[in-house]
């Protein structure tokens, strides 16, 4: 029997999956407990809207974040810090720093998470850090730190 999951079912498949499952398997486990439909002409309709549906979102966040990665390519961000005169920092510039920076200057709101910051910045100067905005979607952003 054809059945639509609609829940990831451990070592049968995720959701929005279509599964060939014995009979008394779906009747008795999968029904019951919601975690699939029968694979009828109406529920096949159904699935094909959600896919849809999903696949729009994903292509309206992929456009979202190549946008970004644009505007974030030709943008820097200058942080103003205590420094000592050798040009090390009183303390650190980390990714935190850098999206309320973003923010405040330009008013892009960034998850601190998408920064890219192999270590925190120590030092006064011009920084080019990456940021994942999406899955193999990359920006470059420069980071001016300066006293």
Do not use: C, H, W
């Not at 943008?75 to 923010?103: C, P, R, Y």
Request: glycine share 4%.
């Amino acid at each position: 029997m054809k059945v639509i999951l609609t829940e990831d079912v451990t070592n049968l498949g995720k959701k929005n999956n279509v599964v060939n499952v014995s009979d008394g398997y779906a009747r008795n486990f999968l029904f019951p407990r919601k975690l699939a439909v029968e694979a009828n002409e109406a529920n096949m309709a159904r699935l094909k809207r959600v896919r849809d549906e999903e696949e729009k979102r994903i292509q309206k966040e992929r456009d979202e974040a190549k946008a970004l990665a644009e505007r974030l390519n030709k943008l820097e961000v200058i942080l103003k810090v205590k420094a000592g005169e050798s040009g090390k920092l009183f303390g650190s510039v980390t990714s935190k720093d850098i999206a309320d920076a973003l923010k405040e200057q330009y008013g892009i709101e960034l998850d601190k998470r998408k920064i890219d910051l192999k270590d925190a910045i120590k030092t006064t100067g011009v920084f080019e850090i990456n940021v994942k905005l999406y899955q193999e979607i990359d920006a470059r952003l420069k980071i001016r730190v300066e006293v």
